[in-house]
């Protein structure tokens, strides 16, 4: 099946494509027929290498920087500007620090951070952080209550999603998942599984007490994905969170829009 064929390792260092053959029969080398090939390429106009243009792929991986153990990043509300944060090696819940590119700026890159509630920040590209990359990425739709997953340019899966109620409307914009965490281990109206991402509700449900950072989740009230019911978050079956937890990896770009 496909996504088994693209079972995320999570992270890919520079994504290298390789060139296999797809037939095992032999080829026969015919000596004539290559020479003058050759010729001909030899004796091609010149302006039609003029003309050439190289390939450009529209679905290029997506830059990611993780912070290398024991280091420590500085975040900067412009290029070269004030220090408004830092960022260790380990997200508030323990998992690896990686950051989706959103933007660059030469050795500067932006970032959406979940320690300023999910506002824009720049880091300088230095020896503190590893680059990476990655081919997945989430798409929200909150009029559909739909939340794509795409691989490589392609769908791999659009699962149904609960949404935000009237008074606590999900955010929209560009964001990343930052962790991928047990639900149970936070309550059991997260269902299974959270992917967490890297901004807060700025409009919480009047008296809210838990958490303010935005995920996609599971639910212990199946029944209501589809719906607008919750406090911002996104709620996914089960059987979808699961699926996301073992291929979509921390530093996955998101971006919901209305």
Sequence with gaps: MHHRRIAAAGFQAFDSRSIRTHTGRRVRHRGPVIGALLLAALLWPACGAATARPAIDPDAPTLLLRVRLHERVR?????????????GDRTEFGSRTTLTVLDRRGSWAQVSAAVLGGRRA???IDGHVARRATRWELRGDISARSL???HDGR???TYRVAVGAAMSPTPTGRFQVTDKLRGRRYGASYGCCILALSTDQPHP???WTGMARMAVHGTNAERTVGGAVSAGCLHAHAAAMR???RHVPSGAPVTITA
């Design 243 to 245: 699926w996301m937890m």
């Design 155 to 157: 769908v791999v899966h």
């Design 205 to 207: 449900p009047p008296g």
């Design 148 to 150: 794509t997953v795409i």
């Design 75 to 87: 975040l900067h509300r412009r290029p070269g500007g004030r220090v408004v944060a830092f960022l």
């Design 122 to 124: 720049w880091l300088r």
